[in-house]
Structures are given as structure tokens and as C-alpha cells.
T-cell receptor, first 114, second 111 residues
Framework: EAGVTQSPTHLIKTRGQQVTLRCSPI?????VYWYQQALGLGLQFLLW???????NRGNFPPRFSGRQFPNYSSELNVNALELEDSALYLC?????????????FGSGTQLSVL | QQQVKQSPQSLIVQKGGISIINCAYE??????FPWYQQFPGKGPALLIA?????SEKKEGRFTISFNKSAKQFSLHIMDSQPGDSATYFC??????????FGTGTRLTVIP
């Protein structure tokens, strides 16, 4: 069974640019979660999608947005990149039961903003 | 406000020693406490979890101790190995989808 896949693995952007990160959940999982992991910091919750709808978002500005497609894959978009957006962006999927009890993470996209 | 407080931030243990990571919470609605393990360059992976109706859960060299009255729980890694070197996150869940992570502990096991 394939795990959660994320692309690209690494990305370098400059301030003010826009970026799109992609995530494919485990087959059969309907929920997708996005987390930001900045260097030395923990896991900061960004967004939760389930059945194509945004269910919850963390304390991030509106320039962080995303969507979930009918096949449950998801995109995370970040507009007007700032230096502090440099981080590892992790996607996780869940089969729809309680989040965290069965949360499967991808290996992440390392974003560097110069 | 950090819902789950984790300590220490980093930990260095000799091979064969016991690694102990502690977490504390205030919200009595939490009813599931997982631990995630993250190796460099990888996403976190569920390691072990406990419900508050038990005081201890053991899986191999990994043990969770849970103190409901003190609202504390801890991860013990017995006979720590260099391969255990990773970042460990405790977490707590309330309701259907309220998951809160601790800030993480970077464990280094020295050969």
C-alpha cells in the first residue's frame, strides 16, 4: 500500500512569489491535513480538508490556502511568500475516523524562501 | 496557548540507557494520547498511544506511563539505541478532530 506522497520534495522561492504544494493521501483516506514545521519549532496545524471541504484552519494568514480534489488529493497554496515561510510542509491523511489516532504523514516538502 | 507541554526540548542518552520524555496537559476533555516519532527528512509516524483508562502501555522497548490525576504522561525508551535518535512528539486528542501536538523532543543516543 502506497503511503502519503508529497511533491515536490524541495523548493526554493524568493520573497513575494507564490508556491503550490501537492499531496496524495493513502488510498481510501478522505481527510487531508497540512502542517508547517519550521526549524526548531513543532508541528503547526495549517488546514484540514475532508470530502472536498475545508473543515478547519489553524492560525495562519489568508495567503495560506488550499483545496481538495474529488480524488481526495490536495494542494496547499502560499501567496506572497515571506522569509519566515521557510519550513517543512507536511501533509497527512486519515481514514476519516478520529484524527491523530490514525494519522499518516508524508515526507514533506522543504520550502526555502530567499 | 500550548495545549500540550513537552519537555525536555532535547535529550542526549548513552546507548543502553533509558530515555524519558514528559508531557503535561490541562484539558480534561483529552481522551487519547499518541506519540509520534520523526526521523530526519521524514514525516512523523505513530509510535504508540494510550487511553486515560490505563496507567501504562508497553510495546517492546517503548512504554507510555499515564498519570490521570496529575494530567501528565511520559514516554520511556528502555535500552536506548542509536537508531532511536529522532524527534518525538506527544499529542492529545479531544472530541472528533481536536489534535494538539507537543513541541517535540530531539533525542540523540550516543553509541
Amino acid at each position: 500500500e502506497a503511503g502519503v506522497t508529497q511533491s515536490p520534495t524541495h523548493l526554493i522561492k524568493t520573497r513575494g512569489q507564490q508556491v503550490t504544494l501537492r499531496c496524495s493521501p493513502i488510498s481510501g483516506h478522505t481527510s487531508v491535513y497540512w502542517y508547517q514545521q519550521a526549524l526548531g519549532l513543532g508541528l503547526q496545524f495549517l488546514l484540514w480538508y475532508d470530502e472536498g471541504e475545508e473543515r478547519n484552519r489553524g492560525n495562519f494568514p489568508p495567503r495560506f490556502s488550499g483545496r481538495q480534489f474529488p480524488n481526495y488529493s490536495s494542494e496547499l497554496n502560499v501567496n506572497a511568500l515571506e522569509l519566515e515561510d521557510s519550513a517543512l510542509y507536511l501533509c497527512a491523511s486519515s481514514p476519516g475516523d478520529r484524527v491523530g489516532e490514525k494519522l499518516f504523514f508524508g515526507s514533506g516538502t522543504q520550502l526555502s524562501v530567499l | 496557548q500550548q495545549q500540550v507541554k513537552q519537555s525536555p526540548q532535547s535529550l542526549i542518552v548513552q546507548k543502553g540507557g533509558i530515555s524519558i520524555i514528559n508531557c503535561a496537559y490541562e484539558n480534561t476533555a483529552f481522551d487519547y494520547f499518541p506519540w509520534y516519532q520523526q526521523f530526519p527528512g521524514k514525516g512523523p509516524a505513530l509510535l504508540i498511544a494510550i487511553r486515560p483508562d490505563v496507567s501504562e502501555k508497553k510495546e517492546g522497548r517503548f512504554t507510555i506511563s499515564f498519570n490521570k490525576s496529575a494530567k501528565q504522561f511520559s514516554l520511556h525508551i528502555m535500552d536506548s539505541q542509536p537508531g532511536d535518535s529522532a524527534t518525538y512528539f506527544c499529542a492529545a486528542i479531544a472530541g472528533a478532530n481536536n489534535l494538539f501536538f507537543g513541541t517535540g523532543t530531539r533525542l540523540t543516543v550516543i553509541p
